[in-house]
């Protein structure tokens, strides 16, 4: 467990303390023991989540606090499933703010970048496809609908290459599934996402794990997070990386691994106006753009949920929930974030796992928080 403790003055513009007699130099720290309790009693009493495990971190501070429970340590290496969608995102909008090297707007229409005859409406844009309004249709076909969905199923599957399973979703039609215009309707996950991931290897000029290293990985100081393509196999997962596969074919929604410490930076960059490792990965403005609503009927932006507040007033609350139960969140009014893995890998029941998260634990950090700020 990692403690709030006041830094270096060199490392922050901005002190822990100062003169003002409302910020006293020994002011309280944040006492986080009432949400360890949550998700140490969460992975004793859940049978599907035998462990559990979260970093919270401090826009200016840092990493403030760690924990682990059950058959989690604070280095385990787990599957992120949708919470890898802010990280997609994150590398897109990268892509798109480097006018100097890369020919590419991300609210272009897509049939500008690929090289492709498609199937689908020539209007759509990246924008749409990583907000879930393409008009593809989306991710919850393949358990509705599965027969119907199966000529788009590459996006799951860890064989061939990215451009390989892109040209295909762009090409092959879905004819017994509804589909819309492009930015009239939500329609969360599936093709549109991968699709996303075939336009980022060809503007960038690399793989997407070559982007991947050049504009996050490498200014953030990632040591393990990285993108592959074990949904399919996903409850074999033993927390080793080396048994990531699918490099060639990541899957762009849903196929990230990651421990704390690595998702932690990627936190830090969103609350931080873009600048991580010391480098400025993005823009405020590009930072500010993913969190834009763009479907208000449910609360969506790109990669983020948008949680409306339960008191009123603005929204300060973001949050990037997955299928195995992770989720990671920022909160923008209290200038901290935070992330906690699950491993649900039977798929049956992860959004008890996020959704405790989100009505139960979040709350009691929020009061810690706010009991000494």
């Known amino acids: 467990m990692i403690r709030f403790a006041c830094l270096l003055l060199g490392l922050f513009l901005i002190a822990c303390s100062d003169s003002s007699d409302d910020n006293p130099p020994d002011k309280a720290l944040p006492d986080f023991t009432m ?8 992975v004793a009493t859940e049978p599907l989540f035998p462990g559990g495990s979260m970093i919270i971190v401090d826009e200016t501070a840092g990493v403030i606090h760690k924990s682990a429970f059950g058959n989690q340590s604070e280095d385990s290496v787990v599957l992120l499933a949708s919470t890898s969608k802010v990280p997609t995102v994150t590398l897109l909008m990268a892509l798109h703010e480097d006018d100097a090297n890369v020919n590419f707007d991300i609210s ?3 049939t500008n970048y ?3 005859l498609g199937v689908w409406d020539s209007a759509i844009t990246t924008e749409n496809l990583v907000s879930n309004r393409s008009g593809i249709p989306g991710l919850f076909n393949i358990f509705i609908r599965p027969a119907d969905y199966a000529p788009h199923l590459c996006q799951f599957l860890p064989a061939g290459t990215l451009l390989e399973c892109a040209e295909t979703l762009f090409t092959t039609p879905l004819p017994n599934l509804p ?6 309707a939500f329609d969360y996950g599936g093709s549109q996402w991968q699709l996303a991931g075939g336009v980022a290897e060809l503007v960038g000029g ?3 794990h070559q982007l991947w290293d050049q504009y996050i990985a490498e200014p953030c100081g990632l040591q393990v997070a990285r993108f592959g393509n074990n949904l399919s196999l996903s409850d074999g997962w033993d927390g080793n990386p080396d048994g990531l596969v699918g490099l060639a074919n990541p899957n762009i929604e ?3 691994m990651s421990d704390l410490d690595d998702y932690a930076k990627l936190i830090s960059l969103h609350l931080n106006d873009g600048a991580c490792g010391g480098n400025q990965v993005l823009s405020p403005e590009g930072v500010a753009f993913m969190r834009k609503d763009r479907s208000p009927e449910v609360g969506y932006g ?6 409306a507040p339960k008191q009123g007033g603005s929204v300060y609350l973001y949050d990037d929930p997955g299928y195995y139960g992770s989720i990671s969140w920022i909160d923008i009014k209290r200038g901290y974030g935070a992330v906690v893995f699950f491993e649900e ?3 049956t029941a992860g959004g008890v796992g996020s959704g405790g998260v989100a009505s139960q634990l979040i709350p009691i950090i929020e009061d810690a928080l706010d009991a000494v700020r």
Do not use: Q, R, V
């Not at 949400?35 to 969460?42: H, I, Q």
């Not at 589909?179 to 009239?184: A, D, H, I, R």
């Open 254 to 256: 849903g196929g990230m």
């Open 179 to 184: 589909s819309t215009k492009p930015n009239t």
């Open 114 to 116: 690929l090289p492709w």
């Open 206 to 208: 690399g793989t997407w």
């Open 108 to 110: 272009a229409p897509i």
């Open 345 to 347: 890998y039977t798929g």
């Open 302 to 307: 790109m990669g983020w949920w948008i949680k």
């Open 35 to 42: 949400a360890d309790t949550w998700l140490e009693s969460f």
